[in-house]
């Protein structure tokens, strides 16, 4: 029988890889019984749900590139395009 | 002959310069770090763009682009990574969410119908500041194996870890974290 703390740290290796079947009947038997090892999986899922969505919601107003940076690559760019040329 | 407005190489800077910063700087954690990287970005788009087939967006293809940046990235400072481990242990949020028996001592929040959180802006700005909380190369390695899909072994060999099972518990011990954070600044406020 798993403890709770081994049933976490299972719920998460079971997103990144495929545990043997034993294993998984273990962990559906005890989620049966310990609500708070199931809901704590429900929130795993939910977020990585949330992680695959994060590309097009990373706008954090603070995280944008700086004018200077702007600048500057907009600079290399120019120099490139001449090179180019 | 002139290419259509928002596709030339000269917008790609204001069109996706601040799209490209954010993904770099989730993943790299320096400013300076994450500038560079959209800098080599759009000038290896702008000198492959020939290439460039039309059959994803521009800004896919850019972000691709930046995928292998960050790689060679995280490749050239794989040493420095094993390094950077020492308050990955998450035994703080662990220890107390655990008595000595491994049982919960701790009730969770109930997270009601996250999902609507996912409409919401403010919860997308306590996701963010969550996963800036992250220990750097927690954050990298969730990012790098549940995003962006790279295997275990390349992780491994990417951010020095030492086997598969220490990947393993760190990427839990990473959810841990996460998890918690999540609830303190978002669910208990809802």
Not at chain 2, 133 to 161: H, K, S, W
Request: proline fraction near 1%; charged fraction near 25%.
């Amino acid at each position: 029988m798993y403890k709770c703390k081994e049933i976490i740290e299972l719920t998460s290796k079971e997103m990144d890889t495929t545990l043997p079947w034993v294993t998984r009947m273990e962990m559906k038997l005890h989620f049966l019984m310990c609500k708070t090892c199931s809901q704590y999986a429900k929130q795993l899922q939910f977020m990585n749900k949330a992680l695959s969505a994060l590309e097009g919601h990373a706008h954090a107003e603070n995280c944008q590139l700086s004018e200077s940076a702007k600048q500057r690559i907009a600079q290399k760019m120019q120099q490139a395009k001449k090179i180019a040329k | 002959m002139m290419q259509s407005n928002n596709e030339s190489p000269e917008s790609w800077l204001n069109d996706y310069g601040d799209i490209l910063y954010r993904f770099a700087l989730a993943r790299v954690r320096s400013e300076a770090t994450a500038e560079d990287l959209v800098q080599e970005t759009l000038l290896a788009g702008f000198l492959a763009f020939d290439k460039f087939s039309g059959n994803s967006t521009v800004r896919t293809w850019l972000v691709g682009i930046l995928k292998h940046k960050i790689i060679d990235h995280y490749r050239k400072h794989s040493r420095e990574m094993t390094l950077l481990n020492d308050d990955e242990s998450a035994n703080d949020v662990l220890v107390y969410q655990f008595d000595q028996q491994g049982s919960w001592q701790v009730d969770l929040v109930e997270w009601g119908t996250p999902d609507k959180s996912m409409d919401d802006e403010q919860f997308w700005l306590a996701f963010n500041d969550c996963l800036a909380r992250l220990p750097q190369r927690m954050a990298g390695l969730l990012l790098l194996r549940t995003v962006d899909g790279l295997a275990t072994e390349e992780c491994c060999a990417l951010l020095g870890f030492e086997s598969d099972n220490q990947l393993w518990v760190t990427l839990s011990r990473t959810r841990v974290k996460l998890r918690q954070c999540l609830e303190t600044n978002w669910f208990s406020k809802e």
